[in-house]
């Protein structure tokens, strides 16, 4: 086997590495460079050769290089250089590497430079930090709050939104487990429930998800948010990614939307039932008014010849009519003082039981047909309108007859209850149907398809939930369809 000579095995070396290696006289000139070096730089050694190495060094970076190769041509021990060079056509190559001084030849010391070519390197790096700082920047400025835990759901990333959303910088939400943080004390349990749960069996209800739910605030208020979880696994741990809005401005106009929509549906129905009632008003108002008129005009004619007996039914008959038609004005008087504020209430000391059974005594000789029942009664003096409180009670009893047949009975109690006295007023008529049972308190409201034939404005009980209202007390019905009705009202035994 022939020997290879040591010199053979170096200018291999040199001549294929992939460094780069120049080789420079103390002047800085260059003496010789490696092919890797032509090859990186786009030159031929002859356009190099004996050139200055400054000139192939990109301007910002020339008295960097300088001071580094004077502290090594000065004996100190040189760091590694990181610089840029200028390719022949013009590219930036950055180098990085060790420059050292050659000087075992004491007459011809010279200095060598051995660099690696760190250009796709660099860039790759540059253009990842970009990507990592670009994602960053979508993270931190994103329009929803962003929420980051891990398994023991201990918060990990939170960025900006979120501090605006929950009250909390990222400092201070960091670390913190989310539960404790932001969900309310009625949800922790479950929220860590669901967690265990997942963790165990890779199922989770919430996962992936809307959510509306609501959300605590640093300040500790609770309010309403729309909240989407995933999952990410790292390794052998799962991640959870918590997007979250604060949906308090779209609920509150939701609610304002539907508050509108009742309100409109509410006054159209109002409307109605007005345009409805000026023509049931008109016409209660006239049937009277015709027959009192005929009644005059027979009156007049028997009265020419008969005596005063026989008169005498039509003018009760006037009179009756009459009654009826002043009823119907004083209710269109009421009304309209509910409607402008002004129905006053004047409270006295009675003595309820009495009162209520003169009220009785006088209703049995108006309705002869049904049997008044007074079942029981509560001897208390009550503070209290008296005549509001009668044409209360006689509305309920009047409104007994109205809707039950002749014959059948009218019961009427009143007792103590807690702070109230209750009266209750009890026919044995048609009833009232489940949803009708709060809008017959409303004005105008009248059951159609059975009033249409029963005299009325609708405006009664509206006007006795007014005067109750006035005395602190309530009014309410409780009845079954065709099988009758107990309306009763309550009247504090203390008035304030
Ligand atoms: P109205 O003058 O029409 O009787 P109210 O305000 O007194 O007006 O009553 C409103 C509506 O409630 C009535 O039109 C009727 O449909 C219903 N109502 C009132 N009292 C009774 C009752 N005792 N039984 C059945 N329905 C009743």
Not at 126 to 151: L, T
Not at 315 to 321: T, W
Not at 471 to 496: C, D, M, Q, R, Y
Request: negative net charge; charged residues 25%; glycine residues 6%.
């Amino acid at each position: 086997m022939t020997e290879i000579r040591p010199e053979l095995y170096f200018r291999d070396l040199f001549e294929h590495t992939s460094d780069l290696i120049h080789i420079l006289d103390m002047e800085g000139r260059i003496i010789t460079v490696n092919p890797s070096w032509l090859l990186n730089l786009g030159y031929s050694l002859e356009e190099v050769k004996l050139q200055s190495i400054y000139q192939f060094i990109k301007a910002d970076y020339r008295d960097l290089y300088q001071k580094n190769r004077r502290s090594v041509i000065n004996g100190y021990n040189s760091d590694d250089i990181r610089f840029e060079m200028i390719s022949k056509d013009g590219r930036s190559i950055i180098l990085k590497g060790q420059i050292s001084i050659i000087d075992n030849n004491k007459e011809r010391p010279y200095t060598r430079a051995v660099l690696k070519n760190i250009t796709a390197h660099e860039i790759i790096a540059q253009q990842q930090e970009q990507i990592k700082n670009r994602i960053h920047g979508f993270f931190k400025y994103a329009p929803v709050g962003i929420i980051v835990i891990n398994e023991s759901q201990i918060i990990e990333e939170w960025n900006l939104k979120s501090e605006a959303i929950l009250g909390y910088t990222f400092d201070e939400a960091r670390g913190m487990p989310l539960s404790e943080l932001i969900i309310p004390y009625r949800y922790r349990e479950a929220h860590l429930q669901g967690m265990k749960h997942f963790i165990k069996t890779g199922v989770g209800p919430v996962l992936n998800k809307t959510i509306e739910i609501s959300a605590l605030h640093k300040s500790g208020n609770e309010f309403p948010v729309t909240l989407s979880i995933s999952n990410i696994k790292f390794g052998n741990e799962w991640m959870f990614i918590a997007f979250i809005n604060d949906v308090t401005e779209k609920k509150e106009l939701e609610a304002l939307a539907i508050r509108r929509e009742t309100e409109l549906t509410q006054s159209q129905l109002l409307d109605e039932r007005k345009t409805n009632f000026l023509t049931v008003a008109s016409h209660e108002l006239k049937t009277p008014l015709t027959a009192i008129k005929g009644y005059a005009q027979i009156a007049h004619k028997v009265s020419e010849v008969n005596a005063y007996d026989k008169i005498k039914p039509y003018l009760s008959k006037i009179d009756a009519h009459t009654n009826k038609i002043t009823h119907l004005i004083s209710e269109l008087m009421d009304l309209s003082k509910i409607e402008t504020g002004k129905l006053r209430i004047n409270k006295q000391p009675i003595e309820f039981g009495k009162f209520l059974s003169e009220i009785i005594d006088s209703s049995r000789q108006i309705i002869p047909k049904h049997t008044i029942i007074l079942v029981k009664s509560t001897d208390v003096i009550l503070e209290i309108d008296s005549s509001r409180i009668e044409q209360v009670v006689n509305n309920l009893i009047s409104n007994a007859e109205k809707y039950s047949e002749p014959g059948t009975t009218i019961e009427i109690s009143s007792y103590i209850k807690e702070e109230f006295l209750i009266v209750q007023v009890t026919d044995h008529g048609i009833g009232l149907a489940e949803e009708n049972l709060e809008i017959i308190f409303d004005r105008f409201f009248r059951v159609e398809e059975i009033t249409n034939h029963i005299n009325g404005f609708g405006i009664g009980l509206s006007i006795c939930s007014e005067i109750i209202k006035q005395h602190n007390g309530h009014i309410w019905v409780e009845s079954t369809l065709s099988k009758g009705a107990t309306f009763s009202f309550s009247l504090p035994l203390k008035a304030e």
